[in-house]
């Protein structure tokens, strides 16, 4: 045995690449993973920023102490992106609410890094079950889309009524 271990060899590379990397920035994928990398050159000027240079604070932080800030930075900005779209999209007062509704039965990145996180609240009941489209394989809260379980059954391909109107064609 050599006691070489390429998983701890490959983990300590890459720490120490982060390390040396001041200017980091946390990303949510579209497939709903994150990434830690180099900050892109330009942020799309329509969407809020992000927190720019989560590495900044990390060497005088306890590394869970540091993660636990990240997480902080990635829920507000999550946030911030959130009421972008209801005021982008010309949400009412209640699709507001029940945005944030939705958002709030969730456990927040600090809470799930932290082992907080409670389970998210039981929408049973017709209007408050989740219902998958066949065509592309999404799933929608039935409460939001207004559609039963049961419609959904025999619905070939869905359209989203908030995407499909004028309003959110802005």
């Known amino acids: 045995a050599t006691g070489f271990d390429p998983t701890s060899f490959k983990a300590k590379m890459v720490?120490?690449?982060?390390?040396?990397?001041?200017?980091?920035?946390?990303?949510?994928?579209?497939?709903?993973?994150w990434e830690v990398n180099l900050p892109v050159e330009e942020v799309p000027?329509?969407?809020?920023?992000?927190?720019?240079?989560?590495?900044?604070?990390?060497?005088?932080?306890?590394?869970?102490?540091?993660?636990?800030?990240?997480?902080?930075?990635?829920?507000?900005?999550?946030?911030?992106?959130?009421?972008?779209?209801?005021?982008?999209?010309?949400?009412?007062?209640?699709e507001r609410k029940k945005l944030f509704q939705m958002i709030n039965d969730l456990p927040t990145v600090f809470e799930i890094l932290n082992g907080n996180a409670k389970q998210p609240k039981d929408h049973s009941g017709p209007h408050n079950s989740s219902s998958k489209n066949k065509s592309?394989?999404?799933?929608?809260?039935g409460k939001c889309v207004r559609i039963t379980p049961a419609k959904?059954?025999?619905?070939?391909?869905?359209?989203?009524?908030?995407c499909s109107s004028k309003r959110a064609r802005v």
């Open 136 to 141: 592309g394989g999404k799933w929608f809260h």
């Open 45 to 94: 000027p329509e969407l809020p920023e992000p927190a720019l240079g989560i590495n900044f604070a990390r060497d005088g932080m306890q590394e869970k102490d540091w993660l636990s800030l990240v997480a902080v930075h990635s829920d507000s900005w999550l946030l911030a992106v959130a009421f972008y779209f209801g005021a982008r999209f010309g949400f009412t007062k209640n």
């Open 15 to 33: 720490a120490r690449s982060l390390h040396e990397k001041e200017n980091l920035c946390l990303y949510g994928l579209p497939n709903e993973k």
């Open 152 to 162: 959904a059954e025999h619905i070939k391909q869905y359209k989203c009524p908030g």
